[in-house]
């Protein structure tokens, strides 16, 4: 509300005070409208710039700035060294040292935003760190709200310096900022993840501004800022570990990691699991182990809710996860090695 009542001063103010410069100027009634419908127009424009202007980063408005004072700086100082010994004529110098300094103004105002927008003081400061040694990690929202990294950090495994884009926060806040309850739990999950990283002694959690406007999709901006830090990303995002890799970025995925230290089993061994479901094929029934890895036995459907014996056949490593085949023990050809204990 107090905006709107600004603004309404600004255009009164305006178109007001260009009536009485003009009338006082020129003493004709028909003039003092013109610079009233002047005014009232360039408080319009002025109320429209500040609407676009706030809408982009406080570093492409101050390089606009920067820019567009250079520019007029050089527009004055070329009109003046040059321009005002030639012509002559009062009017005519006027007008050329008007769209001289607009032309060139405008030129310095363009640089230096787009300039501006690409420099981010950050910058400096991850390569300072890169070149005493530390690797910048770049986290990605679904590895946050999957919170296990914060444990693994924790355990003294992954240290040093992460990168939080502005944009990825954006994201989680509009997460936890959502009507459906589910996501609002996993978003506020994931802002409370960050607050324990931030408060470990051995991490350094820094939110950068750093943005690319004309990148829309949140997983190329984050590919996008990994190339340019040369930092790594880590995430639990198989489509998004895949579009990094073929860019040449590297990453560290929590899933590949669970999967690493889950515990190995070789064809032949022992265990016990229950049967909890039936297979996709005939006859099929399968049952978890304890670190949710599936284990699938043939011929197991009648025992569903039992638990059994079982002999391993196979095991089906991917990046989404691990798949473990297997009979009924009495099923199974001789050879077993031990018997584990996966109950």
């Known amino acids: 509300m107090g905006t709107i009542v600004l603004r309404i001063f600004l255009i009164l103010m305006c178109s007001t005070g260009g009536y009485y410069v003009t009338y006082n100027f020129l003493a004709s009634t028909s003039m003092a409208?013109?610079?009233?419908?002047?005014?009232?127009?360039?408080?319009?424009?002025?109320v429209i710039l500040e609407q676009r202007i706030v809408k982009y980063p406080l570093r492409t408005i101050i390089g606009g700035g920067l820019g567009l004072t250079s520019g007029l700086i050089v527009a004055n100082l070329f009109s003046y060294a040059f321009l005002l010994g030639v012509v002559e004529e009062r009017i005519t110098c006027l007008l050329v040292h008007i769209l001289t300094s607009f032309a060139i103004g405008?030129?310095?105002?363009?640089v230096g935003s787009k300039?501006?927008?690409?420099?981010?003081?950050?910058d400096l400061t991850i390569h300072k760190k890169q070149s005493t040694g530390e690797n910048p990690k770049i986290l990605d929202t679904s590895v946050i709200i999957d919170g296990r990294i914060a444990d693994i950090c924790e355990t003294g495994f992954i240290e040093g310096t992460f990168i939080l884009p502005q944009f990825i926060l954006q994201e989680l806040q509009r997460v936890a900022d959502s009507s459906d309850s589910i996501r609002r739990t996993r978003g506020r999950r994931g802002l409370d993840v960050l607050n324990k990283m931030q408060k470990q002694v051995n991490l350094n959690v820094r939110i950068v501004e750093n943005d690319f406007p004309k990148i829309r999709d949140v997983d190329s901006k984050l590919v996008a800022l990994a190339k340019k830090m040369n930092a790594k990303v880590i995430t639990n995002d198989f489509n998004l570990n895949k579009v990094a890799e073929l860019q040449g970025v590297s990453v560290m995925n929590i899933n590949q990691l669970a999967n690493s230290l889950k515990p190995v089993v070789l064809p032949g061994e022992v265990m016990n699991v229950r049967i909890l479901k039936e297979g996709k094929e005939s006859g099929q029934g399968v049952g978890y182990l304890d670190d949710g890895t599936m284990v699938v036995v043939d011929n197991a459907r009648r025992y569903m809710g039992k638990e059994i014996e079982v002999a391993v056949t196979s095991v089906l490593q991917t990046t989404a996860g691990r798949m473990i085949f297997t009979v009924l023990r009495d099923d199974a050809p001789g050879g077993v090695v031990h018997n584990l204990s996966y109950s």
């Open 33 to 46: 409208m013109w610079g009233f419908v002047t005014g009232l127009v360039v408080s319009i424009l002025i």
């Open 106 to 110: 405008y030129l310095g105002f363009r």
């Open 115 to 122: 300039k501006g927008s690409e420099f981010d003081i950050s």
